[in-house]
């Protein structure tokens, strides 16, 4: 299916207002803690089948905003766990801070 250039202006707008919204909202010293995935850590190629799973780290790549994966340990599986730490853009820096603090606070990877 293709898009017409006019569609296709359309979801660029809206992505600029939701860039735009979210820069806002995180000013120079806020982070957004969100989930890296809906689940505990995929068993190899296994996201391949989950194409829906992907949004929750994509969204933020498509937005060109810095997001820093963050283990925060273990599950009552054994399965890793662990969030993704977002910063406004270009300011890179903080959400590796953040990530860094959090990893030193939650035992950070540990070998499954």
Known sequence: ??????????????????????????????????????????????????????????????????STACPLGLSPAGLPTGLQVIGKQYNDWLPIHVTEELSRAFGGWVIP
Do not use: Q, W
Not at 5 to 34: P, Q
């Open 1 to 66: 299916m293709k898009m017409s250039k006019k569609d296709t202006d359309v979801f660029i707008s809206m992505l600029d207002a939701f860039r735009e919204e979210l820069n806002t909202m995180l000013g120079d010293d806020g982070v957004l803690f969100y989930p890296t995935m809906p689940r505990c850590a995929p068993r190899h190629n296994e996201p391949l089948t989950r194409i829906f799973d992907f949004p929750y780290c994509g969204i933020f790549n498509a937005l060109g905003l810095p």
